[in-house]
């Protein structure tokens, strides 16, 4: 049994090593296995002025937002509590009064 990580690609279970460095043979990408160690950190979400995120925090909004298929703006100053952190462009999942659902970037909130 191989305890060699993944292709992080093609997620490869059949990698091998060729001195320093990692190659997966179905696809023919190369790592280094102190790259393979390095991607297994875990994200960090940060908002406007570098401050991390969590899941729970109440955050303000930094910028006047258009919201996408309606002819409202989301204010300068909106409080949006209890955010939840996702994974994509739009990071943050929340629920906002006056409108309900909805996804945002993260670099356009600051944390309360």
């Not at 292709?7 to 279970?13: K, R």
Request: charge should be negative.
């Amino acid at each position: 049994m191989s305890t060699l990580p993944p292709c992080p690609q093609c997620h490869s279970e059949f990698s091998y090593e060729d001195g320093a460095s990692l190659i997966c043979p179905e696809c023919g990408h190369e790592w280094s296995r102190d790259a393979a160690a390095a991607g297994d950190e875990q994200r960090v979400w940060k908002d406007a002025h570098g401050n991390v995120l969590q899941d729970g925090d109440t955050v303000t909004l930094i910028k006047d937002l258009k919201v996408k298929g309606s002819s409202s703006v989301l204010k300068v100053g909106t409080k949006v509590k209890n955010i939840r952190l996702v994974e994509g462009d739009h990071d943050i999942d929340c629920r906002i009064d006056g409108f309900g659902s909805m996804q945002l970037k993260s670099e356009f909130v600051k944390k309360v």
